[in-house]
C-alpha cells in the first residue's frame, strides 16, 4: 500500500504542479493585478468564501462518505449512483435558494449579487466534480483521478489566458467575465467525469428517487458532512468578516486574499495527498491492516514540505509578495509570513483528519473541528478590529494548531498508537535546523532568490540525514510489490 501510495503521489502531485500553479500564479494572481485590491477583495475573494460556507448544504458529506464506501465495496457503485445523484440535485438547489437568499438579506449590490449567483452555482459544479471524482478513486483509479483532479484549472487556463492575454477577448476582460469561464471550466469536467463513470454502469443509469434510501443515505453522511461544514466555517470565514467588519473591508478582503493564494497554492498538496490516502486508509482499516507505516509516511512527507514552506515565506515573506503583487508593502509580506505557519499544521490535519475520516471516527473529529470554529470567530472579532487582516492570519494560525494538536490527541486515543519518540526528535531537530538555516541564508550578500533556493536545498538534506525523508526505505517501498 505504500508503494501504491507513492506512485501515485508523484504522478498525482506532478501533474498537478504542471497545472495548478501557472493558473494561481499566472492567471489568478494576474486578475488581482489588474483590477486591484479593493474590487478583487470585495467583488471576488469575499464572496467566493461567502458561497464556501454553506456547502455543508451542497455536499452533506457525500463525498467522503461515498469515497470510503466504495473504496471498501466496489460493487456498490451502480446502486449509489443513480441514487445519491438525484440527492446531489435536490440539495445543490436547495444550497442555492438559501445561500443566495442570505446574501440578498445581508444587503450585497446589484453587482455583487449578480457575481454571487455564478460563484453559488460554481460550488454547485465543484462539489459534483468532487462526488464524481470520489467514485473513480473509490474504484483505485488513481491516475485517472489526478487527471480529473487538474481538468479544471487546465480548462481555466484556457478560457481565462483568452480573457486576460488575447485580443479581442481582452478588451472585454472583468471580474464577472473571469467567474463565467470558470463556470464553462467546471460544467465540462462534470460532463467529461460522468462519460467516464458511465461504462462502470454498464450505460445503465436510471435516475431513481427512494425517500427510504435518501434518507438513510443523508443519516448516514450528516457526519461527514458536519465536518465539512465546520472545516469551511474556520478556513473561509476570515475573508466574509474582513469585507464586513472594517471600513475598508474590500481592500483588506483583497490583501489578505493575496497572501492566503500562495497557502492555498502550497496546500494543493496535502489536499491531494488526502485525495489518496482516504480510499488507501479505508481499505487498510477494512482488510484489518495496520496503518501506521502509511500515517508516518504521510506525516514525514508533509511535514518537511510545509515546514520547509512556512520558514520560506517568513524570512522572505517582503521579496515574495512585492515579486507577485504590484502594489505589496512590508504589510503584505506581514501577513503572509504569519499566515503560512498554519500550513504546517494544515499538513497534519491532512493525514490525521482522513485517517480519523477514513476510521468513521467522526463524532470526536467534529467536537474538534467545533472547539476550533468557536475559537476561530471570536479570535477574528477581536483581532480583526485591532489589527486588520494581520489579525485574521493569526487567528487562522492559532485555529488550525488547536485543531490539528485536538486530531493527534484523538488518533492516539482511538487507534491505541505508542509516541514515536524517534520520529518527535527528528522532527524537533528538523525544527531547530531548518530555522538556523533560513535565517543564516538570508542574511548573505546574494539575490534573495539564489539564497532562498540554497536554503531550499539545505532543508531537503537535513530531512535526508534526519531521515524524515529514508532514501532507504523509499527505495524499499518502491521494490516491494502491493
Known amino acids: 500500500m505504500k508503494r501504491s501510495f507513492l506512485i501515485n503521489l508523484v504522478f498525482l502531485i506532478s501533474i498537478n504542479l504542471l497545472i495548478k500553479p501557472f493558473y494561481i500564479f499566472g492567471i489568478d494572481r494576474t486578475v488581482q493585478n489588474m483590477v486591484g485590491a479593493e474590487v478583487y477583495g470585495g467583488w471576488y475573494a469575499s464572496l467566493l468564501s461567502f458561497s464556501y460556507l454553506l456547502q455543508i448544504i451542497n455536499d452533506f458529506g457525500i463525498q467522503l462518505f461515498n469515497n470510503r464506501n466504495i473504496a471498501q465495496h466496489e460493487q456498490l457503485l ?40 455564478f460563484l453559488a452555482f460554481n460550488q454547485v459544479l465543484i462539489s459534483m466534480i468532487y462526488y464524481l471524482r470520489s467514485n473513480i478513486s473509490g474504484l483505485h483509479y488513481y ?3 489526478s487527471f480529473f483532479s487538474a481538468l479544471d484549472k487546465l480548462l481555466m487556463i484556457l478560457f481565462c489566458g483568452l480573457l486576460l492575454w488575447v485580443p479581442p477577448f481582452s478588451d472585454y476582460f472583468s471580474i464577472q467575465n473571469f467567474v463565467y469561464a470558470q463556470t464553462l471550466s467546471y460544467a465540462i469536467t462534470v460532463l467529461l467525469a460522468f462519460m467516464w463513470i458511465m461504462p462502470k454502469v454498464n450505460y445503465r443509469l436510471k435516475l431513481t428517487f427512494s425517500w427510504p434510501f435518501l434518507l438513510l443515505i443523508l443519516k448516514k453522511s450528516y457526519p461527514y458532512a458536519l465536518t465539512v461544514f465546520l472545516a469551511g466555517i474556520f478556513t473561509r470565514i476570515d475573508q466574509v468578516m474582513l469585507e464586513r467588519l472594517l471600513p475598508d473591508g474590500n481592500e483588506q478582503a483583497g490583501i489578505y486574499a493575496a497572501a492566503y493564494r500562495l497557502l492555498d497554492a502550497s496546500n494543493m498538496i496535502g489536499f491531494l495527498m488526502a485525495g489518496l490516502l482516504l480510499p488507501m486508509f479505508s481499505k487498510l482499516i477494512n482488510d484489518g491492516q495496520s496503518i501506521i507505516g502509511l500515517q508516518n509516511l504521510g506525516f514525514k512527507i508533509l511535514f518537511v514540505i510545509s515546514l520547509t514552506t512556512a520558514m520560506l515565506c517568513w524570512f522572505y515573506q517582503v521579496p515574495i509578495m512585492e515579486l507577485l503583487y504590484d502594489d505589496a508593502t512590508v504589510y503584505w509580506g506581514r501577513i503572509l509570513g504569519i499566515l503560512m505557519f498554519s500550513f504546517v499544521a494544515m499538513g497534519m490535519s491532512y493525514v490525521n483528519g482522513t485517517l480519523l475520516s477514513a476510521n468513521g471516527s467522526l463524532y470526536g473529529l467534529n467536537v474538534v473541528a467545533l472547539c476550533g470554529t468557536i475559537l476561530n470567530v471570536i479570535l477574528n472579532f477581536v483581532l480583526i478590529g485591532k489589527f486588520k487582516a494581520e489579525g485574521a492570519a ?12 485536538g486530531q493527534w490527541g484523538l488518533v492516539f486515543r482511538i487507534f491505541k498508537l505508542q509516541l514515536n519518540l524517534s520520529l518527535l526528535a527528528r522532527a524537533i531537530g528538523f525544527l531547530i535546523a531548518v530555522t538556523g538555516v533560513f535565517y543564516y541564508v538570508s542574511q548573505l550578500p546574494f539575490l534573495w532568490i539564489w539564497t532562498l533556493l540554497l536554503g531550499g536545498f539545505a532543508s531537503l538534506l537535513l530531512a ?15 521494490q516491494t510489490s502491493n
Do not use: C
Request: net charge positive.
Open 78 to 117: 451502480k446502486k449509489y449512483l443513480p441514487n445519491i445523484l438525484v440527492l446531489k440535485f435536490m440539495l445543490g438547489g436547495i444550497y442555492l435558494l438559501i445561500t443566495l437568499g442570505i446574501g440578498w438579506f445581508i444587503g450585497y449590490d446589484s453587482v455583487q449579487f449578480r457575481i454571487l449567483v
Open 143 to 145: 491516475k485517472t483521478d
Open 394 to 405: 493569526i487567528a487562522t494560525v492559532f485555529t488550525q494548531f488547536l485543531v490539528a494538536i
Open 464 to 478: 535526508i540525514l534526519l531521515k524524515l525523508i529514508d532514501l532507504k526505505e523509499l527505495r524499499e517501498i518502491y
